[in-house]
């Protein structure tokens, strides 16, 4: 068993917020996933951000505005957020800082026999 504790002092700073990367783990490269988690100060917003991974956004604290594409929803905490690849996508913390746990993968491509990329 692993854990990986959110960490203000671990975190990185990309896109505008703070970052923490599980691929920085021991055996983080056996996982068929990464993850991260996120912090976005209060009064904020990360960079615009698109990849071609699905990202699986968990608010865990704070209430985050996720604007994907020009739309957007509100997200207090306990609520998931799912990305498709492409999405265009800023998350913004109003009045509290907003703490994310996102795991993201590549989507199975038809020509790889239903492999999981990473």
Known sequence: MQTFTLDDSQLIHEYGIGIGRWEHRPK???MP????WCR????????QDQHPEVELAVVVAGTAVFAVDG????????TAVLLSPG???????????????????????AEDGGETAR
């Open 28 to 30: 983080a490269e056996q």
């Open 33 to 36: 996933f990464d993850a991260m």
């Open 40 to 47: 976005v100060p209060a009064h904020s917003a990360s960079r």
């Open 71 to 78: 739309k957007e929803v509100t997200a207090p905490p306990g």
């Open 87 to 109: 999405e265009r996508h800023v998350i913004t913390a109003a009045e509290e800082p907003v703490s994310i746990l996102s795991v993201y993968w590549l989507p199975r491509a």
